[in-house]
């Protein structure tokens, strides 16, 4: 739901300030099938093509849930995963950079004080700011702010980006031991780009190393996120500028949306060809009977359905539970439990388990022609197995510190 609050000064108004979810959503279906044809283009660019971030740019996807007050249209989590999983059956690779630059505003911007926020918004409220959150770089206060450097890699939608944030630890300079997880917020003047991207799959997303000199920032653009070990501070002082709940909720589980959106999302897309696999061909061997009128592709089509349909069932009850999250932190001050984080985090791993059965499935019966270099089928599989690898979701590691947490021990890692 947008914000009722009363305009500020300084406020940016929404390009379209009677735009609805229902009509963002509309964009989004129509753009499938353009991103779909553009697949192989983004593949073979290791970027997100310049046609396709005006079209993001044109119909507002990157101001989803960026604050209204920023120009944004500060819509719900839902509605997130909604037009992400039409981005991403379209083309996996345009939708997790769009997914990982569109959530960001409500993840990690909206906690930098408001000088830092406005910083980024600037007169227009145009922001696509890609993160990463493993820690690349160092920093350490001096007076009037933080001297900085690092590198970080897996930076995916940095060569579109207004800004990066860059998660650095910040040094105690008596010690030179770490004393904090902080994020360090970028223009794009600051960093440079290293082109170290180069992969079997998701290679359209450019996920691309950026490196930072040593350089000054002032303090409202580096933000104590967390103590040394990851574990994150339950308040930070940009949220208070908000009322729309969305911006006072836990940002790790917000973080796990978009990327279960791409993949379900993927699942999805590569259902679409399947679908038409089974329609069009006949079997190769006599009596070539027409794949649609044989019992076992009627059985496979029906059980990768039903995978993907529950995965995405599942991800969208996700985006309506971490609404309630969200009220349960700014109106009651309740906050969930790392027991209750992680148990979130295990049913988004196991949607991205339910789409990648589904597309290994599809993969493997869709015939040897899906294994060619420009095969659709073939594209969507190897986007998700490299998906797959990300630490994030990985269960065995979540389902054990579940365990530990419920039994009264300590997790073993912050995943």
Excluded at 10 to 30: H, N, S, V
Excluded at 372 to 380: E, H, N, Q
Excluded at 385 to 412: E, P
């Amino acid at each position: 739901m947008a914000s009722t609050a009363a305009p500020r000064a300084g406020d940016i108004a929404p390009p379209e300030p009677d735009l609805t979810p229902a009509e963002m959503l509309r964009r989004a279906k129509t753009l499938r099938p353009v991103l779909r044809e553009r697949q192989a283009r983004c593949e073979e660019l290791g970027r997100l093509p310049e046609e396709t971030n005006q079209d993001f740019l044109d119909v507002g996807f990157y101001r989803i849930l960026q604050p209204r007050c920023f120009g944004g249209y500060e819509f719900s989590v839902t509605d997130f995963i909604r037009v992400m999983l039409e981005v991403s059956r379209g083309c996996p690779e345009s939708g997790w950079v769009l997914a990982l630059t569109a959530g960001h505003p409500a993840a990690f911007l909206a906690a930098f004080p408001e000088a830092g926020q406005r910083y980024v918004y600037g007169q227009t409220g145009d922001a696509r700011v890609p993160g990463v959150a493993a820690p690349g770089g160092v920093a350490v206060h001096v007076p009037g702010g933080y001297r900085v450097k690092g590198a970080w890699d897996y930076a995916s939608g940095c060569d579109i980006a207004t800004h990066v944030l860059g998660a650095v630890m910040i040094m105690d300079p008596e010690t030179q031991k770490p004393r904090a997880y902080a994020y360090a917020l970028f223009g794009r003047s600051d960093f440079t780009i290293v082109d170290n991207w180069n992969m079997i799959g998701m290679q359209g997303t450019g996920s691309r190393r950026v490196v930072v000199d040593e350089m000054i920032l002032p303090e409202h653009r580096v933000l104590e996120f967390g103590d040394p070990l990851l574990n994150v501070y339950p308040t930070h002082p940009g949220r208070e500028l908000h009322a729309n709940p969305l911006y006072h909720g836990p940002y790790i589980p917000l973080l796990y949306c978009e990327l279960a959106s791409v993949v379900v999302g993927a699942a999805r897309g590569a259902l679409d060809i399947y679908e038409q696999i089974v329609r069009d061909r006949k079997w190769t061997l006599p009596p070539f009977t027409p794949r649609y009128e044989m019992a076992d592709s009627q059985m496979r089509f029906g059980h990768v359905q039903g995978l993907v349909d529950t995965a995405e069932a599942a991800l969208l009850h996700l985006g309506a539970e971490y609404a309630e999250i969200c009220r349960r932190v700014k109106e009651e001050g309740i906050r969930q439990t790392k027991e209750e984080e992680r148990r979130f985090q295990r049913v988004i791993q196991q949607t991205v388990q339910l789409a990648w059965d589904a597309v290994e499935l599809m993969f493997r019966t869709g015939g040897t022609s899906s294994t060619k270099k420009d095969a659709a089928l073939g594209r969507y599989f190897k986007n998700l197995a490299v998906i797959r690898t990300h630490i994030t979701v990985q269960m065995d590691h979540t389902s054990w510190n579940i365990g530990r947490l419920h039994y009264g021990l300590d997790a073993l890692s912050p995943v």
